[in-house]
Each structure stands twice: as C-alpha cells, then as structure tokens.
C-alpha cells in the first residue's frame, strides 16, 4: 500500500497561501502535503469538487467531567439516537452528547480534523486524558482553567509577575493544556460563598483584587510566556441583559497590553452569542427589552484589532449548556426549574462548573434575539480572520449543526426563511432582516480552516494546504464552477454534512455516509520554558500552597507520560519569561 497520494483537479480554497476557487492538484506523503509525488501514488480525480483544508474547531466541549456528568443527567438524548455498530466502528449514541467515539466520526464526516476543548480544570486533566483515547480522528488540545484559582490570586496579590508566569507554565506542563482559559474572573470563585461578582472592579471575597487585574494580569503571563494562543475568554455578567456594556468594558481593559512578538491580538474573545445582549435604551435590564448587541460588538471590532472571536451560534432545539460559571448556571436553573447538576467539587478548584439541560426555541424572544446576535456580528465584522464559526458545543448547539449555521451566511434565502420562523417581535430587535451580504466558500474556508488555526497559533501546519501542512483535508461534495450554492441552501448543508471524503493525516477517513478508517492522531500540548530558578522557586510554592489550601495534593495534577507519551504532540515556547 502506498503512502502517497495526489488529489487531481479539485478547485481549492486555501485562504493562508491565497488561494480563492483555483484549480490545483494536492500531493501528499507520509501524511504531510508536499510539492509532488511519484507515479506510483494512489490517485483521486475529485472532477471540479471544492476542497478545503481540514476543519479547526477552537471551542468544543467532547471531554472533561461536565460532559461525563451532563450525559449521566440526560439519558433521554441517547435514547434518540442509537448509533449501531458498523463494520469496524464502535456503536453508541448521537443527538446532542454523542459518546466518544461517535464524536471522532461525526466531525470527520463533516470535514473536522482538529479541536479544541476549551475547558478542563488543571487537576481533572487526567480524567480527560483518558476520555481522549477514546475520540478518534481528531488532533485535540485542551485549554486549562486559571480565572478562579486561589494562586492565580496570590501572584496578583503579591504583584508577582513571574510567579504568576510560572504557576501557568507548571500547571500547563503537569496537565498537558494547550492555553489558558478564563471563565467569569472572580465570580466563580465568589460562587463558594454564594456569590458572583457583577462590576470589573469590584473586589472578589477573601482577597484584594478585581475582575479587571484578574484578567489584565492573566493577559500578560500569556503575552510574557509567548504561548501559541491568547488568553481565552468567557467573560463576566454572562447570560443577563445589557451585558454587551461589560463584554466591551472587559476587551477595553486589556487593550493596550503587548503582544507577544508584535502579535495584535492579545485575547480571544468567546461564544460571543451569550454576551452581546444589548438593552433598549433607557429601559431597564429585563428580559423584555433584550435587543441584540451583535452590531454595536462588530462596530467595536471594525474599530479595534487587538480581539478575535467565536460565535456560540444557537440552534434551534435542544442543547445542555455546561460551565465553568457556577452562578450562570445556578440562574439558568431558576429561569428553566428543570435538572441542575452544581459540580461543587470543582468549587475548590479552578473550576466551579454548572450544567443545565437547554432547548431553545424560535417562539421565545429572548432565544430569537440570542440567534440574530451571532450571524448580525458576522455579517457585520470586516475582518473574518478574527471570527470563528462555533456552537460552544453542546451549549448553544451541538457541533453538528455547523452546516446549517453555514447556510444562514450563505444565504439571504435561508436567513429571510428562518427569520418568519422566530418570534414576531425579534426582527426589529437586530439589524439582521436588512443585512444583504452572503459568505463565499472562501469566507467558510477562512472561518472555519485558516482563521482558527492561525487564531490558535498552528498556522504552519493546520488550517492550510501548502507544502509542509499536515494532509488534513476536506472535499466537498459541490462543484462551485457549476453551482450558485447560495441559491439551494439544503445543497449547502448537505455539502457540509458529509463531506465526498475527509483525509486525516493523508488517510482517507470518511466517504459521504461512511467512516472508512482511523488515522494517526495527536494531543497538542504547550510546554512553557522558563528561567530555572524561577521554576524551581514557583514550583516549590505552588506545591506547599496546594498542600495547605486545597483538599487535594499536588501530585494530583502530574498526568503520567504513559498517558501521554502515545498521544502528545508538545510546542516547546519561550516567552521573555524564558530569557
Ligand atoms: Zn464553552
């Protein structure tokens, strides 16, 4: 069997090397593309298909205890959705949580290879190590949780730079993490004494810091250590009317903070769809007078590079939104009356995570202007390098619903059919019925491939398809020179639901309806150098602090090499923190 192979007259979007609908022939070797291969290479003729470069997803929940604890929660999902076993393939279940495996497999079929889960609390993290065997086809990383940690808070205090620094590179290196992940500064931690926390500078209990320097200080350990990807951010006042004031207060505080190596973007901003509520002018923050925030968060990104962004895009129907935000989900809980799962163990923890089972529905006001504030932000923002598509899956939706997301910004049609769908009183609430612009197949490309890669630092070899990028591919089942695509919107997900074959690795993986093979997959993990007497003084204090404030011990959180060794692909990363 042969390990080359050359993909014949497909018409390419590869927006990281410029390449807009060409047509142009893919070689691949050894899992890698490169400038040509021998004639003894297996040949693929993909006749006029679109092929992109395998899809990046930076903000997926598939592993980690909340998904453990919201499918214990909800076995009425899986009851919905058996998946049988199939030739080699595992059998288990689909609809909102798949299981493990069915994960790998889904995203493949849609043309995904690389993903992002964005948040496992540090000492947890091998829990989810062990859950990752089991997610095949996918390069996964895993963002480490930071915003509610009592040391993160002790090297603020102590106005301690380096040791905050080196607190996020140990935690990273014993918990294989890809990047850091802040999640309602403060106010988490507040939920341990009942409480969140509402204004940027107000002080959180037990301590003499804010929200603001939380999040401004955690910014510039991440510039200082050079990690590959910006800090990662949910932001506070999640899910509450008005809440677009804070989400803009909270990018204008980090604004201004250098990026590393000259990168303009200091943070990545998340989910945006839950954090973009704008409130009627003059009225008061009630659900009645939600309007949409999407518009005035776009105009604020046309003005400003120094943020990217993800959507959080709602779905109609049913989801199982899951947090870090203990208090969010205590208040989702008291507007739904329905399961609530507190996972107070993680209270302790960087964590403090909730999860409530959602459905979203198009006669609800509030959920008909949630959906118009995501696609009027991306439809209104220049610069799509800086706007991911996502659902925060399963939050806002589960991933599998991405091709029709694709449609809605494909499509005016699609759009304009779904907004007679939602509730009456929504259209004048957002800008979206009057926005004209449609997204090519190069915009999704840049959305969905090159934007996210290059967001998460993996620019050189995911996301793009010039020689030397991993041979993670994607062709689509549409000939873009014969089709008008934005006219038939059902062609449009069709095309994005199953892929006519998704390479992983240069291993065809997945054809239309089937899943035809495994491949060689990774676990990307950072690993921070810093000077070494600092590292060997933070990792003394952090160990004796653990020790004395938590429950748990610190050799908690080392996750073993023969859980890693198999899997882990690291960045070695040196920051000024490293000089
Ligand atoms: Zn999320």
Known sequence: MTDEILLKGGIVYDPLNGINGEEADIAVRDGKIVDRVSHKAKVYDLDGRAVLPGGVDLHSHIIGS??????????EYHRTEPVPRRGRLRSGVGSVLPSSFVIGYRYSQMGYTTVIDPAIPAVKALGAWEEVADVPLLDVGMLSLFSNSMLTFHYIQEDDMAGLAAYIAWTLRMAGGYGVKVVNPGGTYAWAHHMNVHDLDESIPDWEITPREILRNLVS??????LPHTVHLHPNNLGTVGNIETTIAQLEAVRGIRGHRG???????THISFESLGCLEGEEPEWKNVVSGGLELAEYANRHNHFTADLGQIAFGPAMTMTADGPFQFRLYGIVRGKWSNIAVDVEL????????????????????QWMISLEYALSVCDLWRCVITTDSPNAAPFTQYPLIISWLMSKKQRSEWIQRIHPAAAKKSTLPDIEREW?????????????????????????????????????????????VTEKPKDIVKAFSKTYMTFKHGVLVAKGETVVADAPRHVLTVHPVIEESTWDRVSSEVESLIDRWYVHSHDNYAVPARYRTPLEATVRVRGSAGR
């Open 66 to 75: 909340k998904i453990g604890t919201a499918r214990a929660m909800a076995p």
């Open 221 to 226: 350990a991440v510039e200082h250590l050079g």
């Open 263 to 269: 990168r303009p973007q200091v943070i990545h901003l």
């Open 350 to 369: 960087p964590g403090g995570a909730g999860v409530v089972p959602y459905t979203y529905s198009p006669k609800s006001l509030t959920n008909s202007v």
């Open 440 to 484: 090519s197949l190069y915009d999704v490309a840049v959305s969905t491939r090159a934007a996210p890669a290059r967001i998460l630092g993996l620019e050189h070899h995911k996301g793009h398809l010039g020689i030397g990028a991993d041979a993670d591919i994607a062709v689509l089942d549409v000939r873009p020179n014969d089709a008008n």
